[in-house]
């Protein structure tokens, strides 16, 4: 790619294992077979815009396990990092160690290696400024499977150049005390295909750990532990899904559907997690363990509006 | 008209219109789909609509299951709101190359390869549902002397733009994918456009399909 000199941007030194831009996602085609995308971890998505002091749909680069390592050029920029991870800049030969959730100024020829996020999945990346990034149907998130979105719909690939635009003054060395919980029971409601299993089988799910696998991506979780044994059908005609839904395959297996997730499916549906527990529930790297919970609606609605008001006021305290 | 209306975790109705698949049932959905799309309803992100149930999924801050059920019950149904949906004609090469499952057919279902295709090529589809993968639509009903069970082991790569039939459907694969369908052909035309910033997709839930074939020379000059 020829580069501009007039402009400040990014070169992509290694470009991580799964980095895409992203943003809130797209609504409203599910019927045509496209999912939401958008950043996998929401909170962690709109704390990096709110310590950048961007519009909360900003776009953000983010990656997963091992980061990017990117070489800057241009003007003095205001960046930041959010989620669990582990990165440093290099400047003139020294190592410079810094922590999520605030401010730091990135200069000329500087390089930005992030270099694995720790005993998580997700973390991202903001700016002070915006990532010159192609827009599809209304976001720009990539979604590689339907090779849509930002970055022609490709993951970061090494040697490219990354265009910023719109460079804001530096921002005052803030910081938002964070500390990203790791817990690993996660809060489930009923799916419509409950009564598919023995009793034994639904005792079993919500009392035994899982393993989740290798076989996880933005698409979905597979996890491994007990079978879950089917006592009416292990198909169904095929139906709508949503991130969340808990499919139990013909083979017994729990997987769960994620952001990236195909819009319609044939296994039955023992339970959804619910919504204040997703952010958790993708950072859970492969290796870990699992345990579901069942709750109620009415418990599921109240828990969501306790972690709003917990987004809230980190956003309203940095503000 | 919907039968039952439960939540789907706690940010999705699943409203369900009965067990079989039919064309009529799949209407139904299908206006339900539409008459919902023109309502505004506060706070719903996405409708999906498949052979008989439809999922209708909503922002959590803006809504809540309670409030939008009541909305969907009470929503007043303009009859026959299908004005969105066309016939669409899709050209289909049946080329050696493009038709690797055409032998296997013919013995599964002990009917030679030219009356296998003109059976095919002689009725309309009707689009029940579009999805798994971008754009995906999923055909249907196959005429009965043509129901064939899948593949015993799924292919790791179907080529993009072929077309599968497998029971009662069939489908055009919109990019490459893994998948168990019997490929009987490939189509020239896009069914997916990913360039495409407004309607990428070709057909819709509700649209009438109709394939004719065209010959090897006929595919190439599309693709020149």
Not at chain 1, 99 to 120: A, F, G, Q, V
């Amino acid at each position: 790619m020829k580069k501009n000199m007039n402009k400040n941007y990014f070169e992509v030194l290694r470009p991580g294992i799964n980095s895409t831009f992203q943003d809130n996602g797209r609504n409203n085609f599910y019927h045509i077979g496209i999912p939401f995308s958008g950043a996998m971890d929401n909170r962690n998505f709109i704390l990096a815009n709110t310590i950048s002091n961007n519009e909360i749909n900003n776009p953000v680069l983010e990656f997963a396990y091992q980061g990017p390592k990117l070489k800057y050029i241009g003007e003095n920029i205001s960046i930041n990092v959010t989620g669990d991870v582990n990165f440093k800049i290099i400047r003139k030969n020294k190592n410079l160690e810094f922590s999520c959730y605030e401010n730091i100024i990135l200069e000329n020829n500087d390089c930005l290696d992030i270099l694995s996020t720790n005993r998580s999945v997700y973390g991202y990346l903001s700016i002070g400024g915006t990532f010159e990034v192609d827009y599809y149907l209304n976001s720009c998130s990539t979604n590689t499977k339907a090779k849509i979105g930002a970055n022609s719909g490709e993951k970061l690939q090494k040697g490219q150049i990354i265009y910023l635009k719109n460079i804001k003054k530096i921002l005052p060395k803030n910081k938002i005390e964070y500390l990203n919980s790791k817990i690993e029971n996660i809060r489930i409601i009923k799916g419509p295909h409950f009564d598919y299993f023995s009793k034994d089988a639904i005792d079993s799910f919500l009392s035994d750990e899982f393993n989740v696998t290798k076989l996880s991506d933005r698409m979905g979780i597979r996890l491994k532990g007990p079978k879950i044994s089917n006592i009416k059908n292990t198909n169904i005609k095929s139906e709508g899904l949503v991130k969340g839904v808990i499919q139990i395959t013909a083979d017994g297996d729990p997987i769960i559907m994620l952001s990236d997730h195909g819009t319609i499916g044939g296994y039955p549906k023992i339970g959804v997690v619910i919504s204040a527990d997703y952010d958790k529930l993708v950072q859970i790297p492969p290796g870990s363990k699992i345990k579901f919970k069942e709750i109620n609606l009415k418990d599921a609605e109240t828990i969501f509006k306790l972690y709003e008001m917990e987004t809230q006021n980190l956003i309203s305290n940095f503000k | 008209m919907i039968k039952n209306i439960s939540n789907l975790g706690d940010a999705a109705l699943y409203c369900d219109f009965g067990t079989e698949v039919n064309k009529e049932i799949n209407r139904n959905v299908i206006n339900y789909f539409n008459n919902l799309r023109d309502s505004n309803f506060l706070g719903i992100t996405n409708i999906t609509p498949s052979y008989n149930k439809l999922v209708i999924s909503f922002d959590l801050k803006l809504t809540s299951f309670a409030k939008l059920k009541k909305q969907v019950e009470n929503l007043e149904l303009k009859k026959n709101n299908n004005s969105k949906n066309n016939l669409i004609k899709i050209p289909v090469c049946c080329a050696e190359e493009f038709a690797p499952d055409i032998k296997r057919l013919q013995k599964l279902l002990k009917i030679n390869e030219a009356k296998i295709y003109e059976t095919f090529f002689s009725k309309n589809y009707y689009c029940y549902m579009t999805g798994f993968i971008a754009g995906m639509p999923f055909l249907g009903d196959m005429d009965k002397s043509l129901f064939a069970r899948r593949l015993e082991t799924p292919r790791v790569k179907v080529p993009k733009n072929s077309i599968g039939i497998t029971e009662q459907f069939c489908n055009i694969y919109t990019f490459e994918s893994p998948g168990g369908w019997n490929i009987i052909g490939k189509t020239s035309v896009d069914i997916f456009d990913n360039k495409k910033n407004t309607e990428p997709n070709l057909i819709n839930p509700g649209d009438t399909i109709s394939f004719y074939p065209i010959s090897k020379l006929e595919y190439e000059k599309k693709y020149e």
